[in-house]
T-cell receptor, first 117, second 115 residues
Framework: NAGVTQTPKFQVLKTGQSMTLQCAQD?????MYWYRQDPGMGLRLIYY???????DKGEVPNGYNVSRLNKREFSLRLESAAPSQTSVYFC????????????????FGSGTRLTVV | AQKVTQAQTEISVVEKEDVTLDCVYE???????LFWYKQPPSGELVFLIR??????QNEISGRYSWNFQKSTSSFNFTITASQVVDSAVYFC????????????FGKGTKLSVKP
């Protein structure tokens, strides 16, 4: 089925370890996003990529890096994990026309539950 | 400032009751989009509806209905004859032209429907 695929679904890290969360979409969308969800906080944007080759910081970028590897893939890297990064991470994609009209809504992956101990 | 407020943190109802989830948004843009998502206990985000700022027509889909009022900057969601399967966290979200495409989420309303 078409959609957004995130891996892994669950991960436990020790403080200071690094890891990369993978995200791939097969809908040919230009824009991709990484959000984190914490209890009572809704979803907050970490980084986004409006198109292949571009990335920008969102609301909570500290401690993260991203790579837009190609149009399909957008990865999120934690270089030195901290307990404050314990969260559920969602990747999403969307498509917007040049005149900024939203063509397609947002498709979300199933999430990655990360625990940093 | 662009913002989405869901003032109701948690709501508990008994099955078959009607329930309305409130959403108030702030944006200076004249072109924007509003969304509702459902997050059941399994954790995935389920798309419910998208509405653009030029379409104030209310929408009904089965037991779900949405009331969009630009005059009060509200986009409220009503579930009629609630069911246990409606138990979830519901998020209202805003996308506006200046956001480079990202969604601004409210903090969510947790709905518990008891049998």
């Amino acid at each position: 089925n078409a959609g957004v695929t995130q891996t892994p679904k669950f991960q436990v890290l020790k403080t200071g370890q690094s890891m990369t969360l993978q995200c791939a979409q097969d809908m040919n969308h230009n824009s991709m996003y990484w959000y984190r969800q914490d209890p009572g906080m809704g979803l907050r944007l970490i980084y986004y990529s409006a198109s292949e080759g571009t990335t920008d910081k969102g609301e909570v970028p500290n401690g993260y890096n991203v790579s837009r590897l190609n149009k399909r893939e957008f990865s999120l890297r934690l270089e030195s994990a901290a307990p404050s990064q314990t969260s559920v991470y969602f990747c999403a994609s969307s498509e917007r026309r040049i005149d900024r009209e939203l063509v397609y809504g947002y498709t979300f992956g199933s999430g990655t539950r990360l625990t940093v101990v | 400032a662009q913002k989405v407020t869901q003032a109701q943190t948690e709501i508990s109802v008994v099955e078959k009751e009607d329930v309305t989830l409130d959403c108030v948004y702030e944006t200076r843009d004249t072109t924007y989009y509003l969304f509702w998502y459902k997050q059941p206990p399994s954790g995935e985000l389920v798309f419910l509806i998208r509405r653009n700022s030029f379409d104030e027509q209310n929408e009904i889909s089965g037991r779900y209905s949405w009331n969009f009022q630009k005059s009060t900057s509200s986009f409220n969601f009503t579930i009629t004859a609630s069911q246990v399967v409606d138990s979830a966290v519901y998020f209202c979200a805003l996308n506006y032209g200046g956001s480079q495409g990202n969604l601004i989420f409210g903090k969510g309303t947790k709905l518990s429907v008891k049998p």
